[in-house]
């Protein structure tokens, strides 16, 4: 972790401009942290902290939590000081400022902290640990107002939570599911007595019942032909949107992608997908083996990290990017080729890699080849993408039949 100040604040405008954020918001960012800074030189202290962050935040504008009341003027103010928090915490600015403040009290709160903080938890992303926290945040503030403990749990105690949340289908689904994880947990490392994940029932939610944000060929094209190529960033991010556009991978697996991946003998593309651990095989397109070889010879800076793709002029120069910033290129290209309503949408690789799998159905690819493509175990999986294809779906209702009983009758209007 980095304490020192001066080198934290370094870190975090070289990830402002790695971002490409816009030059209006950068510099309300960048004289925030002026302002702190002095602030920091007239208390005499050199090391930052989160427990620092939040007391020149409570001074300067009363809180350190986003409320009602906050003005927009200090609503920058206060993203400016967390994002120094979140990235020395965490190496990656925090998705937005939270409303709530989190503080976990009692024997659950100590409970909840040491599952949060176990080897398995810590290899999760940080957005699935901030879920995880928030869903059991919720569920031990639920528990605390009731002056209940996890020896008091039942059946009906943990319905009554989810009662009182009004979740969605898909929220009641997710904290189910955690809050399941952590109760087994707590029972195999003997903090509870008995084995409360039972009391957690399973729900009728259908993990895939929402359907994928895709965007059209002629789309993606574009987005792709707006790259300027000429640069050595545009050659690296030319070659990031190659990869969700082309191949439909995942944002780890385009920040994790290694030169030991790559056969170029057999011309293939092999490794184990970072979310299933599935082993998955590429075909090393022309496209996608000729991009990577101008990125290595005029795009990659000195390095020697194993990952193909590294950060350029920035303090983060030839190290591995991280999954926002492939996030953040993906926008950046969307909004560069005026794709329609791309805003309203979802903008990320992962609509890309939705969009290579409906645009193969779209074209009469079978549904075991597209699940090879997208790395699916099943095409259970895959069958998602048949709720977009609206002229596949079009052929699917049966004539209607002839009526000739006299209980029915038939108008046409």
Not at 44 to 49: L, M, V
Not at 261 to 266: A, F, Y
Request: net charge neutral; proline share 3%; aromatic share 10%.
């Amino acid at each position: 972790m980095i304490m020192d100040f001066k080198k934290l604040v370094v870190l975090c405008e070289d990830e402002l401009i790695s971002r490409e954020y816009a030059s209006m918001y950068y510099q309300k960012i960048r004289t925030e942290w002026d302002r702190l800074t002095q602030w920091m030189e007239e208390h005499q202290y050199t090391d930052f902290s989160e427990p620092i962050g939040f007391a020149y935040c409570d001074e300067v504008f009363g809180d350190h939590i986003l409320t009602e009341n906050i003005s927009k003027k200090n609503q920058i103010r206060l993203r400016a000081v967390r994002m120094l928090i979140s990235y020395q915490k965490h190496g990656d600015f925090e998705f937005r400022t939270p409303s709530v403040e989190r503080i976990f009290s009692g024997d659950i709160g100590k409970t909840i902290e040491l599952y949060l903080y176990t080897r398995n938890v810590l290899s999760l992303s940080n957005e699935t640990i901030r879920n995880k926290e928030q869903y059991l945040y919720e569920f031990h503030a639920f528990l605390n107002d009731r002056g209940l403990s996890l020896y008091d749990l039942n059946v009906d105690i943990v319905e009554g939570f989810f009662a009182s949340m009004g979740y969605s289908l898909a929220s009641r689904h997710n904290s189910g599911s955690t809050l399941r994880i952590f109760l087994r947990y707590a029972y195999d490392n003997e903090l509870t007595k008995k084995d409360c994940s039972i009391f957690v029932l399973a729900d009728s939610y259908k993990k895939h019942c929402k359907i994928p944000t895709t965007y059209e060929e002629s789309e993606i094209s574009s987005m792709i032909a707006s790259v300027e190529r000429s640069s050595a960033i545009g050659k690296r991010d030319y070659l990031i949107l190659l990869l969700a556009a082309e191949y439909g991978w995942r944002t780890k697996d385009i920040v994790s992608f290694r030169f030991n991946q790559i056969d170029w003998d057999k011309n293939v593309i092999q490794f184990n997908q970072s979310k299933t651990d599935i082993p998955v095989e590429y075909p090393l397109l022309s496209s996608v083996g000729n991009a990577i070889i101008d990125y290595l010879k005029h795009g990659r800076p000195k390095t020697d990290a194993n990952e193909i793709i590294v950060g350029a002029d920035t303090a983060k120069k030839g190290q591995p990017l991280s999954p926002p910033t492939i996030h953040s290129i993906v926008s950046k290209y969307m909004r560069k080729a005026n794709i329609k309503n791309w805003m309203s949408k979802k903008h990320g690789a992962h609509s890309l890699r939705h969009s290579l799998a409906t645009n193969m159905l779209k074209n009469n690819v079978s549904m075991p080849v597209i699940s090879t493509v997208m790395g699916h175990q099943s095409t259970e999986t895959t069958k998602v993408y048949l709720s977009v294809d609206i002229e596949k779906l079009r052929q699917c209702p049966l004539p209607m039949p002839e009526l000739h009983s006299s209980h029915f009758r038939w108008e046409v209007q």
